[in-house]
Each structure stands twice: as C-alpha cells, then as structure tokens.
C-alpha cells in the first residue's frame, strides 16, 4: 500500500532545533512535489514549507528563515529542518506529497500521518 510515513516529532525546547521525515512507502514509481503544513488546536492548516518536483522551494511567512525543506527523490524522502523553534510552533506537523505509485502510473496527493511538535518556553 502507498503511503507517506513521516517520523522525527517531540518535545523541543524554544531556541532548539528538530528534523522531521518523510519517507514514501510501498511500490512508488515517483515523488513529485512534497511539502509540509502544520495545524495547530483551533487553527487552519498551513503550508510551513514546500519544494516542487524541479526543486523550487517556498516558505510559510511565520517560518521563513528558520525552516529548510529537503527532498530525495531517488530515496523518495523529504526532510523539514527546523531551527530557532518557538512556543507558537506547537503543532502536528503533515507532510504532502504527489506519488506515482508502480500499480497505477497515474501521480495522486498523499498526506503522512502526522507527527506532533511541542516547543517549551
């Protein structure tokens, strides 16, 4: 079964740094565009971080300048390098990507299953 499995989420404290993964599991021909949103209690879903499948990559304002996204596509995995954490972080991390698994060929969104991140003040 295709699907996103993200890992690297935990208790961190302000000014600390964290680095989640998302590696694509199962029989995937491709990893396209992969990005990283955070939702936390009561808010939207935003878009922290986000690279495209040629490599172009954009961030969320409140992010900017403290986040690095990374992809592999030949190891179909990306990384979201996170520095200068803050208490206004806190938030399950998602990761998104589109996948071309082998059985279908045809490219499909996925989302990873979320991991939780907690910045002490």
């Known amino acids: 079964q295709v699907r996103l499995v993200e890992s690297g989420g935990g208790l961190v404290q302000a000014g600390g740094s964290l680095a989640l993964s998302c590696a694509a599991s199962?029989?995937?021909?491709?990893?396209?565009?992969m990005g990283w949103y955070r939702q936390a209690p009561g808010k939207q879903r935003e878009l922290v971080a986000h690279?495209?499948?040629?490599?172009?990559?954009n961030y969320g304002d409140s992010v900017k300048g403290r986040v690095t996204i990374s992809v592999d596509n030949v190891e179909k995995t990306g990384w979201l390098l996170m520095n200068g954490l803050k208490p206004e972080d806190t938030a399950v991390y998602y990761c998104?990507?589109?996948?071309?698994?082998?059985?279908?060929?045809?490219?499909?969104?996925?989302w990873g299953q979320g991991t939780q991140v907690t910045v002490s003040s």
């Open positions: 998104h990507a589109v996948l071309t698994p082998v059985a279908s060929e045809i490219p499909k969104e996925y």
């Open positions: 199962g029989s995937v021909a491709r990893l396209g565009a």
């Open positions: 690279s495209t499948d040629i490599g172009g990559t």
